[in-house]
């Protein structure tokens, strides 16, 4: 029979984290001192994260919680074991994750599921054609780690698709989990600029500025139409065209773009 096995990073113990546990079977490895400096040297925000739990810490609550399952901190022999006894393994739908399975997890046989929390799950690629931009926007979107709203956008340049993003916290997408959202106190629309997370285009902008991308004749495909602070952006970026598949609260931006000469298109 082969072997089952749980991944999880638990900077703090949430509801997400306990439903995602709560679907899979077998030992549940929390991800441990050794793997983390290991991630970190790629991703540089985890032992940043000084409030989170240690994974010891992590180890006691999760054990506490499923009494009936072995509860383990992962360490990098641990990692090595379970790659080559090509170990089934469910992993969360993290950037982490995904790192983790094309450098140390080639052998074993992998499924992903979501840990972050969501007020809505309505965001879904079921709602476009697959393997279109607009789809590759929702796929985007199902890696943020906002609780409220989650939105992906693809960057489309000579017919490809180049470049995606979508709306995450700072420094690291466990921020709200660990020190709590400041937009749990304002409805949609209010005071849009207290937030930790950045959103999906200016993260989108400002990588390709990272990276000496032009934007100029481009073409964005967003899940969600742009807030006035995302449509400034866009309208001085040299994107030229704006699909988008649903409104947003504030229409401040449409007269932003539209005097930019950026066409719209809800699709």
Known sequence: ??????????????????????????????????????????FDYLRKEIRALTPKQAVISLSALFLKRT????????????????????????????WLAKTHLTKAKLTFSPTFLRWNRDNSTQKTTLNT?????????????????QVGCALVKNGKIISTAFNHHLPSPYTPYIDSDPRNSFHKGEHIELSTAIHAEAALIADAAKKGISLEGTQLYVTTFPCPACAKLIACSGITKLYFSEGYSMLDGEKILNDAGVLLSKI
């Open 133 to 149: 931009p607009m789809a590759t926007a929702f796929e985007a979107a199902n890696q943020s780690s906002d609780w409220w709203r």
């Open 1 to 42: 029979m082969q072997q089952q096995a749980t991944l999880v990073y638990v900077p703090a113990v949430h509801a997400g984290i306990v439903s995602y546990i709560s679907e899979t079977k077998g030992d549940i490895w929390v991800l441990g001192s050794e793997v983390i400096t290991l991630i970190d040297a790629q």
């Open 71 to 98: 509860v383990k901190e992962l360490t990098l022999a641990d990692l090595i074991s379970l790659n080559a006894k090509k170990t089934d393994l469910v992993l969360p739908r993290e950037d982490i994750f995904y």
